[in-house]
């Protein structure tokens, strides 16, 4: 059975902050890991990894995936108030995602 | 990326009744997928439905609970049969949008059930 384990489960962060998330899986078939934003409902795509070593980034978030290791790391640095989420990690085994169960960041001003 | 729409937005429902969401894509998709949030959880994958065959039910996941239709590459339904508390859940719907290449997955605005 695939396993996605995100750490920590809960941060609390002053604006102006670094925060790390982390991101482990134990998967059959590899596809691609991922990294979602959910604020109410819907989780908002930020980005999709598939090779090992390559960091992406969008603004203040970048992440990059080690496959080695089975691991990813999300950041967010210079933290504003809008950042404060739940962030997802989810894996894609052939189709199909699962996902850790989120790591809840409060960025307090 | 794919837009996609999810009806209603929320719902409150009795027990013992059904739910029909409707789930729409600006394109045509391949794939659409269904995931449940239950309060306080992370996302559940209930089935995968593709055009012109049965869905794929995940494990804990049957059709008669959660019928699910897909009569064209840009419309789904998931219906929640005989309601009970214990479904009141953020309902989504999702794609994986193949236009850029990279397969990523996109998810609707979501369906918030509350049965009572």
């Known amino acids: 059975e695939d396993k996605v384990v995100q750490s920590p489960l809960s941060l609390v962060v002053h604006e102006g902050d670094t925060v790390t998330l982390n991101c482990s899986y134990e998967v059959t078939n590899f596809r691609s890991l991922l990294w979602y934003k959910q604020e109410k409902k819907a989780p908002t795509f930020l980005f999709m990894l598939?090779?090992?070593?390559i960091e992406k980034k969008s603004g203040r978030l970048s992440s990059i995936l080690d496959k080695k290791e089975l691991f990813s790391i999300l950041n967010i640095t210079a933290t504003q108030t809008g950042d404060s989420a739940v962030y997802l990690c989810a894996v894609e085994d052939d189709y199909k995602l699962s996902f850790g169960a989120g790591t809840t960041v409060t960025v307090r001003a | 990326s794919a837009v996609i729409s999810q009806k209603p937005s929320r719902d409150i429902c009795q027990r013992g009744t059904s739910l029909t969401i409707q789930c729409q894509v600006d394109?045509?998709?391949?794939?659409m997928f269904w995931y449940r949030q239950q309060p306080g959880q992370s996302l559940t994958l209930i089935a995968t439905?593709?055009?012109?065959?049965?869905?794929?039910?995940e494990s804990g996941f049957v059709i008669d609970k959660f019928p699910i239709s897909r009569p064209n590459l840009t419309f789904s339904t998931l219906t929640v049969s005989n309601m009970s508390p214990e479904d009141s859940s953020i309902y989504l719907c999702s794609v994986e949008d193949t236009g850029t290449g990279l397969n990523e997955q996109y998810f609707g605005p979501g369906t918030r059930l509350t049965v009572t």
């Open positions: 394109s045509q998709v391949t794939m």
């Open positions: 439905a593709n055009q012109g065959s049965e869905a794929t039910y």
């Open positions: 598939t090779s090992s070593g």
